[in-house]
């Protein structure tokens, strides 16, 4: 796909490409050779450039620093999405991206200019997970999961993997949307036009080309805005520690002390049983299982901190990978090996714990509920 747009004084020439697909490898060379262009922008940030080029330093990463932060999540979400990518290339036969690292390639061998335009892919990231609610958080984090969400087989070859995702999930998730597809668009096409030239040559997925344009034609400049949130949740989530101990509360005035110690079996079952089996299905370490189980009870009770990052602390400073493994990490390309890898035990264990430790939060306050009003 290929879109001239005239800004007057200049020309830029965008490419739709698609993410794992030989032809928009030839085609991406094909209109840079024909253009001849001043300057050629893509899609991609440092990392992903490294990355693409093998560079990645995976044994640099602080995980245990990364759990602390809150940024294990991200991590996981973007190894899952990475993996899904790599089975598509396989498929077509190429290297996920291998359009975009052509194109940077082709342009330095003609002494072209490269203009890496893409935000950082850690920052849309953080961006888009930081603004999601926490029912959201973990709705999303169930999709990803392998298997968790086989609707996901069927994206097409003609769309970025990221993009894709957010054409399925926007309907429920709009802040996906809007970070990935509406504030990429307007930051590329921003980072383009700051940069001096007659022709320029744009190489994106096919799911950028609309909203870039209309950002060339109609430029104003990016600036970064809160994304507005009304679900309550957000907020209902801090009183929940609250419900529960007054739902004990209420057990102990109707029953004594023996409702209490009934009632508070039942919180601590479902929660070290949920939490407990999360830790187990991620293959983490015996004394992950054990800390899984002794806090889920508490942290169920305190919004701050759950049992998923907890759990994924303790096997990460325990049992942290080598640097063989880290270094690993740029190869895998399915999930059994991510999941002979520590760091896919470690973020299996955050992600287990965190789901299933939530959902026993659930339960928990829906079977304190029943216990207290009808036993």
Known sequence: ???????????????????????????VETVIEEEQPDIVGVELDENRLASLEGKT??????????????????????????????????????????????????????????????????DTFRRAYNNL???????????????GNEGVQEISLEQDILDALVEE???????ISQVFLEERNHIMADRMLEEEFDKAVMVVGAAH??????????HTPYQEKDIKKTNLLKYLKYGFSLGIIGLL???????????????GVIWVAVNCIMSGLGAILARSHPKTWITSVTVAPFTSMVPLIGAGMVAAYVEARFHPPTVEELEAMTEISTYQELMDNQVGVILATLVLVSILGGFATILGGALLTLAVLFF
């Open 209 to 218: 080309i609309k909203g870039t344009v209309q950002h060339l034609k109609n």
């Open 249 to 263: 509360s209420l057990g102990f005035m109707r029953g004594g002390v023996e409702q209490l110690i009934e009632l």
């Open 133 to 147: 609610t926490f029912w959201e958080k973990i709705k999303l984090l169930t999709g990803l999961v392998p298997g």
């Open 169 to 175: 999930l926007e309907d429920e998730f709009p802040t």
């Open 1 to 27: 796909m290929k879109r001239k747009v005239d800004l007057g004084d200049r020309e830029v020439v965008l490419v739709g490409t698609k993410h794992v697909s030989k032809d928009s490898v030839e085609e």
């Open 57 to 122: 330093k995976w044994k640099d990463i602080d995980l245990l620093e990364a759990i602390k932060q809150g940024q294990g999540y991200l991590l996981a979400a973007n190894l899952f999405l990475m993996i899904y990518q790599k089975k598509l290339g396989v498929k077509e036969g190429v290297k996920p991206g291998q359009e975009l690292l052509n194109a940077v390639e082709v342009a330095r061998n003609k002494d072209i200019d490269v203009e890496l335009l893409d935000r950082d892919i850690n």
